[in-house]
């Protein structure tokens, strides 16, 4: 058994974030008032980074394998972040917003979007549909369909849909997948279908975010030292993400009850699938109700062999390095960020 509870003690600077801005009651708040909550969250101040000037950004849309179009955002590394890395082909990174499955825009990750192709790297930003407008494993659905389609069309050398998409070449070998919250379960969920795809070894790397990686009800209790110390009962009130808000969520995704390896890889997936899991970074955040699932999923991956490496944000909330880059405590996470970039090979 273990614990991760000393890492939910606040750090001052959060604290003193909390005091400055408003903490909405969202009590009697519905799916209308949590959607422009979470498209209101790109504007947080954002004094520490702006976004680098040297790649391109376009938006386009791309059809699915059911003919369905996604929208994307695409960010073209150019001639200054082509020339840093010798002029070889881009790696390519597709990324996944958070929020909460219902909501969220392709703005959400824009900042860390930018700073990717700032480093010669191509980057899809997918605007998959949501739920629970649409069935709960629709999000996962198009990302992936997303990503095959964009990867099939560069292995078959497919130059016209490339272009017309505004994709330029990459390397069809390096590809990685970034998701924030459940943008995170999006990219495991990805890496689920591509290993039933008989595609194990494309896909080079995951960067999850504050991941979900275990619906709360199935939440493995008896692996934490004392009930207390599980961040369902210490972080139940959290800013950002609190026991209400999870449950919303995970009611308005409108989901299988049982456990589904898509949605609770920690408990559901197979030993076998998960062996065939490509390098992984976590960062989980002390003061998130979710942390210890992805610690714990973390820990899973170890024992099986999985190579990952896990950056614990002590004292921060869910997510709290995707919106709030003025902080001290982003340096660091940005830092973290670039170490593991050049560790798991996307440049």
């Known amino acids: 058994m273990v614990s991760f509870a000393e890492h939910g003690t606040i750090a001052p600077e959060f604290e003193q974030l909390l005091k400055?801005?408003?903490?909405?009651?969202?009590?009697?708040?519905?799916?209308?008032?949590?959607?422009?909550?979470?498209?209101?969250?790109?504007?947080?101040?954002?004094?520490?980074?702006?976004?680098?000037?040297?790649?391109?950004?376009?938006?386009?849309?791309?059809e699915i394998g059911d003919g369905t179009p996604i929208v994307v955002r695409v960010y073209t590394p150019?001639?200054?972040?082509?020339?840093?890395?010798?002029?070889?082909?881009?790696?390519?990174?597709?990324?996944?917003?958070?929020?909460?499955?219902?909501?969220?825009?392709?703005?959400?990750?824009?900042?860390?979007?930018?700073w990717f192709a700032s480093h010669n790297v191509v980057v899809i930003n997918v605007d998959y549909r949501l739920c629970p407008e649409n069935p709960h494993d629709t999000p996962h659905n198009d990302s992936y369909g997303v990503y095959r389609a964009v990867h099939d069309a560069a292995v078959n050398k497919e130059k016209a849909s490339l272009e017309k998409w505004g994709i330029p070449e990459f390397d069809t070998e390096k590809v990685y997948l970034y998701g924030t919250s459940a943008g995170a379960q999006i990219a495991t969920a990805c890496a689920i279908l591509d290993i039933e795809n008989n595609r194990a070894g494309v896909i080079k790397g995951l960067f999850l975010h504050g991941s979900p990686s275990v619906d709360a009800h199935l939440f493995p209790t008896e692996k934490i030292s004392k009930p207390e110390d599980s961040s369902l009962i210490q972080n139940k009130n959290a800013p950002f993400v609190n026991q209400l808000d999870l449950e919303r969520y995970t009611a308005w995704r409108n989901s299988p009850p049982e456990a589904d390896k898509y949605f609770s890889p920690l408990v559901a997936l197979s030993d076998e699938e998960l062996k065939q899991f490509p390098k992984v970074y976590h960062e989980a955040y002390g003061m998130d109700i979710l942390r210890d699932g992805q610690l714990l999923f973390a820990e899973r991956m170890k024992e099986l062999g999985v190579d990952n490496r896990v950056q614990i944000h002590s004292g921060y909330g869910h997510c709290m390095f995707s919106t709030a880059w003025m902080?001290?405590?982003?340096?660091?996470?940005?830092?973290?960020?670039?170490?593991a970039s050049r560790w798991i090979g996307v440049f």
Do not use: M
Not at 327 to 339: C, D, P, R
């Open 20 to 62: 400055a801005i408003p903490r909405p009651d969202s009590a009697n708040h519905g799916l209308k008032e949590y959607r422009a909550a979470l498209t209101n969250l790109p504007t947080f101040p954002n004094t520490l980074y702006t976004g680098p000037k040297d790649c391109d950004t376009a938006e386009t849309k791309i």
């Open 78 to 114: 150019n001639e200054t972040s082509r020339a840093a890395a010798g002029n070889q082909l881009p790696s390519i990174l597709f990324h996944f917003h958070g929020g909460g499955w219902v909501g969220g825009t392709i703005d959400f990750g824009h900042p860390h979007c930018l």
């Open 327 to 339: 902080l001290e405590g982003a340096k660091v996470a940005l830092s973290k960020l670039e170490e």
